[in-house]
């Protein structure tokens, strides 16, 4: 990876699909030995590979740290202008207009970088409840979280609904108790927190020396050593750090080191040291102390993803089969973006590899269509910058451009076919029908709704009584209107008029269902694009009183809630 300054050179005009029909080249000698070679190849190059998200509830500092660990790994040379003055305005993972202008994450990004010959892929996840579906498809592609805890704010609702889903799905969570250099909660209080309302071991691999706002540096559990940070100008350039002894420190922080000392080992007591086995298993976490802001505890952070953090192995499929390491080319998507690059308004699917060895140009094929296709122009993004790649390996996040018909939850596999999981969509809870305010402009709002649903930016659902220039977009937190409101204005020149329908919960149904809720005051039968049909209801005792009206007809709950 060769720095952040190298613009999409690979990204060609619209007019080339690059993901077209091509013929399935059958397979010679030749062939197979090289795909041996390379079965051979993706075992090693995925056992130098970490994959993770960063999650958290809103502000915690997650593009903040996202920053300084690629910072840290020396992608960029400086992120000067990333902490200035006017705050995150300019990280690289917050890469769209809407989120500069406001200062959040509204979708997750994807970095790739080098760190001690380790390949590692982050990404970087919105914080806002309203965004966690993106969040959470992001959250099965990757193989670890690293988790952020706001110093002064301990674990709040969001975080606790993520903790959930990685324990849900086994996902081993590094914690970064983060903005140390803050005010804030007492160590062994915030030590509590984590044990008694996650259930996991906190088991720190270091302590901070100095209290929440007072932060010196940390002493490092596994060598009794003092980690002395020094503050830089304005965090703009990798953060110095003194490695010093533990008498050393005794005489340069005095009570602070002892008390440092003193807490640690009283943690140690507990039985709360690093558990490896617990860790993979996510019922114990590390945990580590740091600022993002002003880089301290990066590169201890990116020492840990390397050192302990599990690189990719064999995934389950559908039928929940593994599918090794060492099988030949897998992957699925979990994202699909639009607008990345404004120029080309091209669009990316981004997929996870699982196994094999991927090589641009080569044909896979879709496994819900079986088509092949030809992954000509695949690219290693950069929160909006993207270099071409030409090979990559399991545990890898690729963008592929132009791939128009692939859908979030797709597989794409060579040889032996698999199919992954799907990435269950949530349940939406808020619902409104968008109408194009300028009808003269109809063809780009129907191409605009079509590609936010493609994105699952919001789900889009249709009935025959509203018709096609009225759909409605249904959400799971409001925020998602707005994006799509400001989308559809700024990328797809079609401003759009949102009226709010007065449901706030949906179930699944089909046919039947759909026929005998007909006429049900405050209750509405309607399409999402995948065929799937839900039923809308403006609150739970409406739909208690229709299940007991209609008490045999389906009325399933959607899955995923948490
Ligand atoms: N003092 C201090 N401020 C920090 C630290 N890390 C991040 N911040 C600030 O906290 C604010 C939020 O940072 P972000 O990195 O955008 O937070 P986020 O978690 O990505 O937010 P969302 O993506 O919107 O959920 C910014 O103003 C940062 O400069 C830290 O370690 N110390
Ligand atoms: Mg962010």
């Known amino acids: 990876m060769s720095g952040v300054t ?25 062939a197979l030995s090289a795909a041996r070679k390379a079965v051979s190849e993706s075992v090693g190059q995925a056992r130098r590979r970490r994959s993770f998200a960063v999650i958290s509830h809103p502000d915690a500092g997650k593009s903040t740290l996202t920053e300084a660990l ?24 917050d890469w769209m207009d809407i989120e500069r202008e406001r200062g959040i994450s509204i979708t997750s990004a994807a970095l790739q970088f080098t760190y001690r010959d380790t390949v590692i892929n982050l990404v970087d996840t919105p914080g806002h409840a309203d965004f966690s579906e993106d969040t959470y498809r992001v959250l099965s592609a990757v193989d670890a979280a690293v988790m952020l805890v706001d110093a002064a704010k301990g674990l709040e609702v969001q975080t606790m609904k993520l903790f959930e889903v990685c324990k849900h799905r086994n996902i081993p969570i590094i914690t970064v108790i983060n903005k140390w250099d803050r ?13 008694e309302r996650t259930g996991l071991q906190p088991a720190p691999l270091n ?17 009794g050593d003092y980690l002395k940070f020094t503050r830089t100008d304005g965090g703009a350039t990798v953060a110095t750090e003194e490695h010093l002894s533990a008498e050393a420190a005794e005489a340069l922080e005095g009570e602070a080191w002892r008390q440092a000392v003193e807490e640690s080992d009283l943690i140690v007591a507990t039985g709360a040291g690093h558990d490896p086995e617990g860790f993979l298993a996510a019922t114990s976490t590390p945990v ?7 880089n301290f505890g990066v590169r201890f952070l990116l020492d840990t993803l ?7 192995t064999a995934r389950p499929d559908a039928d929940g089969i593994l599918r090794e390491i060492d099988s030949p080319f897998s992957a699925f998507v979990f994202k699909v973006q639009a607008g990345m690059d404004v120029a080309h308004r091209d669009r990316l699917a981004f997929v996870r590899i699982c196994s094999g060895t991927f090589e641009r140009g080569m044909i896979v094929t879709h496994s819900g269509t079986n088509r092949p296709f030809a992954t000509k122009y695949a690219q290693q993004v950069m929160g909006r910058e993207r270099t071409s790649i030409d090979r990559a390996f399991p545990g890898d996040v690729v963008g592929l451009v132009n791939a128009n018909a692939l859908r979030v939850g797709d597989t794409l596999f060579v040889d032996e076919p698999v199919t992954f999981p799907p990435i269950p969509s949530f349940s939406p809870e808020h619902f409104a029908v968008a109408r194009a305010k300028d009808t003269s402009r109809y063809k780009q709002f129907r191409r605009g709704i079509e590609q936010l649903d493609h994105e699952g930016v919001v789900q889009v659902l249709r ?19 707005e994006v799509a409101e400001h989308r559809m204005a700024h990328e797809f ?6 009226d709010r329908l007065g449901y706030s919960l949906a179930r699944r149904t089909d046919a039947e269902g759909r026929d005998r809720l007909r006429g049900q005051r405050a209750v509405e039968v309607l399409s999402r694009t995948d065929g799937v049909m839900l039923a809308v209801f403006s609150d739970r005792w409406r739909l208690q009183s229709v299940e007991r009206e209609l008490d045999d007809i389906l009325l399933a709950p959607l899955v995923v809630s948490v």
């Not at 020396?209 to 060598?223: E, K, N, P």
């Not at 390397?306 to 990719?312: F, I, W």
């Not at 020149?493 to 949102?498: A, D, G, I, M, R």
């Open 207 to 223: 302590w901070p020396v100095g209290i929440a706002g007072d932060f010196r540096g940390v002493l490092d559990m596994s060598t």
């Open 183 to 195: 005010a804030g909660k007492d160590v062994l209080d915030l030590m509590d927190e984590i044990q």
């Open 463 to 481: 009935s025959d009584l509203r018709g096609d220039q009225a759909p409605v977009l249904a959400a799971v937190g409001p925020m998602q209107f």
């Open 493 to 498: 020149n079609s401003p759009v008029s949102l």
């Open 288 to 294: 580590m102390f740091g600022s993002a802001v002003l």
């Open 306 to 312: 390397v050192d302990l953090a599990p690189a990719p």
């Open 70 to 93: 690629a910072l840290h790994a020396r992608v960029m040379m400086r992120a000067g202008a990333v902490h200035a003055k006017d705050g995150r305005k300019g990280t690289v993972s």
């Open 6 to 30: 190298i613009r999409a050179r690979n990204i060609e005009s619209d007019e080339c699909d690059p993901m077209s029909m091509t013929n399935v080249v059958p397979a010679t000698p030749r």
